[in-house]
């Protein structure tokens, strides 16, 4: 076989599609050492991910996210004759392949329109239909990711697989010492609550400030919150509840923070929270379970699977439910001794091996048609 993989989204972001891109091309390097594999990267970048002798980068010209993209993309493929075109950012060229398979991670634009920009949203809603029509096949990261294909645009099942997301393998429950570390260099002490992730509103910021609020008005944390992620879409609205709210003080800030900071900073947190309006999956949340870390996590879209049973759930729209539960995780020692268990255990049902064995067999399925 001849697989291209356009992973030219590794070089224009640094979010989970990226390590998406990046721990799926390592994973298939290290189970399938036959098949030639195509790297279609930004000639931007120098140092392209190709995990293996049978991996063979290809520069691209075609930006990610050109309002040319399909054409100027179909372009570039056909020269390289592949049998198979796998998109992980869903949107394939028009032309210039036998077979292609994309990946959705999520349809949020499509549930929660106002939480986008209006560009984002003719992005993103004026191509999903074509995208998943245009497809042979489609990858969902989630069960629900792939319930809303079919709900949402109509999608049979049997045109959908499920390769649910996995922490990135080299993550490990940090000793103390790593955690001490990596904490104190951001001027912290453990036992903060820890939000990772893009702000945006989808995430449900201003409801976990407001949560986070309460909580400190009746004397029930005085550990700071901890916000560890890019600025997305319309942030603003987050550090005008800051303000509003008189956090300055009590809110911290972490940008660009490294993948080798991450099992400290999970390490060092009292708890994670995410109550998100969506997730596609919700990988901070499994991240966090890896290292030991009691998570709060909203009961919508992909996180319940993610989390299962050890995690605490909350309605997003339930501020006083979710500084409650914010509380339980924090204060409440045999409850987090029996969440950390819980989570490890939770945690291990995902590996990247999986999802690039599941990933080969659709390829393999698709080009044998």
Known sequence: MRIAIDARIVYYSSGGMRRYVVLLLEALAALDGDTEYLVLHSRKQLSPPVPGPNFRPVPCWTPSHHRFERWAMGLEVARLRPDLLHSPDFIPPGFGYRRSIITVQDLSFLRYPHFLTDESQRYYNKQIGWAVERADHVLAISQATAGDLTSLLGVA????????????????RPDGEAVERVVGSYGLSPGYVLFVGTLEPRKNLVGLLRAYRLLAERGRCDAPLVLAGEKG???????????????????????????????????????????????????????????????????RGALPEVVGDAGLFVDPEDIEGIAAALEQALLDERLRSRLRERGLEQASQFTWSSTAARTLQAYRRLVAE
């Open 233 to 299: 879409w319309l942030y603003d609205e987050v550090f005008q509840e800051i303000d509003s709210l008189d956090l300055e003080s009590r809110v911290r800030l972490l940008q660009s923070v490294p993948d080798s900071d991450l099992p400290g900073l999970y390490g060092g947190a009292g708890v994670l929270a995410m109550p998100s309006f969506y997730e596609g999956f919700g990988l901070p949340a499994l991240e966090a379970m890896v290292c030991g870390t009691p998570v709060v996590v909203a009961r």
């Open 157 to 172: 099942p049997d045109r959908v697989t499920v390769t649910s997301l996995a922490a990135d393998p080299a993550l490990r």
